[in-house]
């Protein structure tokens, strides 16, 4: 501004220059007025929303703009306290307000200078976590606070003891309904949104495995509430999954595109995410095919977990085999090839995994079948035909299949040591059981598997 005074002094002697230079301060005042205005102006909290997870709840604020905020809690009774300064609430905010998971209430008051104070009354104490998200999708300028429960984060790995080994257990299947809560995935024209749909395909499917003699379903997610993309490959790690299978509908903006695919881990992303344990392997335990990475020099840890993630990819294209041809009995595919790339929900380096695009929610045809419960359970049916298929011949060692599956079809690469390794048996009673007087093979053939050894 004083520059403009001074070239303002300098040019009193020429009247067009002056006059140019006061329109030009003229200007300059009336935008710094209205910056001042605009700072001035409290951003509103327009609505608040709130899901429950099995582990954590997430508030969600949605804002009209960016904002500052600082949180504390207070005890006896558990209460988290976040100030926001220049700020006002909406006047819907109240009646949104209510009880879910760990929160009992949320309270709001405006304090000295301007600052909204939002209180959320909590059923026990919590460690919170809080952070903001710029506008994207339908979304506008959000304020996002995580409250984990103390002590839920724990390791549940426990040594099992000499019995517990022995005894036979099921098969464990984990079902991930993708997206949820904050994240509807794709909306189809008649909105349609890909986190109820798949859901619902996840429990259809859950309720069928549990139905399977000598298997187990475990829910990734069991309602309405967004868990993150590496979490969901813990909760599979955690439960002991044997396959992992994460439940879509594909969305694009033409939509004629039709038809459902089956993904895998593409190499590609393999390599990056063994970059990615091999740089934390002392957290890394027991990934590499149950050998713990920790204690080993990086060659030999980067060796063992690229022949974990390769017999895992081995595994995942299978599977995925399977589900691919049953789901063409259905109908059209979009690819008629099992399809690879870099989805972190695959990225498991030891649990053969899985993405099932069950279709294009934005294909106005399919829109109405991914509605249509019958299409459903049909969806459902197709892959749970893709998982026996898969476990029929593959069934880990220790597992009431594996103890069941009596026949073996020899194929390419397949050897009498790694088949009895397979099954759990001797190499000496399998060619017994079967009478081989030698170890040769023959594509095509069958060997009968005797029970596993005791």
Same mark, same amino acid.
């Given at each position: 501004?004083?520059?403009?005074?001074?070239?303002?002094?300098?040019?009193?002697?020429?009247?067009?220059?002056?006059?140019?230079?006061?329109?030009?301060?003229?200007?300059?005042?009336?935008?710094?007025?209205?910056?001042?205005?605009?700072?001035?102006?409290?951003?509103?909290?327009?609505?608040?929303?709130?899901?429950?997870?099995?582990?954590?709840?997430?508030?969600?604020?949605?804002?009209?703009?960016?904002?500052?905020?600082?949180?504390?809690?207070?005890?006896?009774?558990?209460?988290?306290?976040?100030?926001?300064?220049?700020?006002?609430?909406?006047?819907?905010?109240?009646?949104?307000?209510?009880?879910?998971?760990?929160?009992?209430?949320?309270?709001?008051?405006?304090?000295?200078?301007?600052?909204?104070?939002?209180?959320?009354?909590?059923?026990?104490?919590?460690?919170?976590?809080?952070?903001?998200?710029?506008?994207?999708?339908?979304?506008?300028?959000?304020?996002?606070?995580?409250?984990?429960?103390?002590?839920?984060?724990?390791?549940?790995?426990?040594?099992?003891?000499?019995?517990?080994?022995?005894?036979?257990?099921?098969?464990?299947?984990?079902?991930?309904?993708?997206?949820?809560?904050?994240?509807?995935?794709?909306?189809?024209?008649?909105?349609?949104?890909?986190?109820?749909?798949?859901?619902?395909?996840?429990? @259809?499917?859950?309720?069928?495995?549990?139905?399977?003699?000598?298997?187990?379903?475990?829910?990734?997610?069991?309602?309405?509430?967004?868990?993150?993309?590496?979490?969901?490959?813990?909760?599979?790690?955690?439960?002991?999954?044997?396959?992992?299978?994460?439940?879509?509908?594909?969305?694009?903006?033409?939509?004629?595109?039709?038809?459902?695919?089956?993904?895998?881990?593409?190499?590609?992303?393999?390599?990056?995410?063994?970059?990615?344990?091999?740089?934390?392997?002392?957290?890394?335990?027991?990934?590499?095919?149950?050998?713990?990475?920790?204690?080993?020099?990086?060659?030999?840890?980067?060796?063992?977990?690229?022949?974990?993630?390769?017999?895992?990819?081995?595994?995942?294209?299978?599977?995925?085999?399977?589900?691919?041809?049953?789901?063409?009995?259905?109908?059209?595919?979009?690819?008629?090839?099992?399809?690879?790339?870099?989805?972190?929900?695959?990225?498991?380096?030891?649990?053969?995994?899985?993405?099932?695009?069950?279709?294009?929610?934005?294909?106005?045809?399919?829109?109405?079948?991914?509605?249509?419960?019958?299409?459903?359970?049909?969806?459902?049916?197709?892959?749970?035909?893709?998982?026996?298929?898969?476990?029929?011949?593959?069934?880990?060692?220790?597992?009431?299949?594996?103890?069941?599956? @009596?026949?073996?079809?020899?194929?390419?690469?397949?050897?009498?040591?790694?088949?009895?390794?397979?099954?759990?048996?001797?190499?000496?009673?399998?060619?017994?059981?079967?009478?081989?007087?030698?170890?040769?093979?023959?594509?095509?053939?069958?060997?009968?598997?005797?029970?596993?050894?005791?």
């Amino acid at each position: 501004m004083w520059v403009l005074w001074l070239r303002y002094a300098h040019l009193q002697r020429d009247p067009g220059a002056v006059h140019n230079v006061k329109r030009l301060i003229t200007v300059c005042c009336l935008w710094l007025v209205g910056q001042s205005l605009v700072c001035a102006a409290p951003v509103e909290v327009q609505g608040v929303r709130l899901w429950a997870a099995p582990d954590h709840t997430r508030v969600v604020f949605d804002i009209s703009g960016p904002i500052e905020h600082t949180l504390f809690s207070l005890h006896d009774p558990e209460r988290l306290v976040v100030d926001v300064p220049a700020a006002r609430i909406g006047a819907s905010l109240q009646a949104q307000m209510k009880a879910v998971g760990l929160v009992k209430g949320v309270r709001t008051a405006l304090q000295d200078k301007g600052v909204l104070r939002i209180v959320l009354d909590l059923e026990r104490l919590t460690k919170p976590r809080s952070f903001t998200l710029k506008p994207g999708g339908q979304h506008g300028h959000r304020l996002v606070i995580d409250l984990y429960e103390t002590g839920a984060s724990q390791k549940a790995t426990v040594k099992k003891s000499v019995a517990e080994k022995t005894r036979l257990r099921d098969l464990v299947i984990a079902i991930d309904a993708g997206h949820g809560g904050d994240d509807p995935g794709a909306i189809g024209r008649g909105g349609t949104r890909e986190k109820d749909v798949v859901l619902s395909i996840a429990k @259809r499917l859950e309720a069928l495995v549990e139905q399977e003699q000598g298997m187990r379903p475990v829910m990734i997610r069991q309602g309405d509430y967004y868990i993150g993309l590496r979490q969901r490959i813990n909760i599979a790690r955690k439960h002991g999954a044997d396959l992992f299978i994460s439940i879509h509908a594909d969305g694009f903006r033409d939509r004629r595109v039709n038809g459902s695919s089956v993904y895998v881990l593409s190499r590609r992303g393999a390599s990056s995410e063994m970059a990615r344990w091999l740089a934390e392997k002392e957290n890394a335990a027991d990934l590499a095919g149950g050998v713990r990475l920790d204690d080993k020099d990086d060659l030999l840890a980067e060796v063992l977990l690229d022949l974990s993630q390769t017999a895992t990819i081995e595994a995942s294209i299978d599977v995925a085999g399977n589900m691919l041809g049953q789901l063409k009995r259905l109908g059209k595919t979009h690819k008629s090839s099992v399809q690879q790339a870099g989805f972190v929900v695959l990225k498991s380096p030891d649990i053969p995994s899985v993405l099932v695009e069950t279709a294009f929610i934005s294909n106005p045809s399919e829109e109405r079948k991914l509605r249509d419960r019958r299409h459903q359970e049909s969806l459902a049916h197709a892959m749970l035909r893709g998982i026996r298929g898969y476990f029929a011949s593959h069934a880990p060692p220790g597992t009431h299949l594996a103890l069941a599956a @009596r026949e073996h079809v020899i194929k390419a690469g397949d050897t009498l040591g790694h088949i009895a390794q397979r099954y759990d048996v001797s190499l000496n009673r399998l060619k017994g059981y079967n009478r081989l007087k030698s170890d040769r093979l023959r594509i095509g053939d069958t060997l009968r598997i005797p029970p596993a050894d005791s």
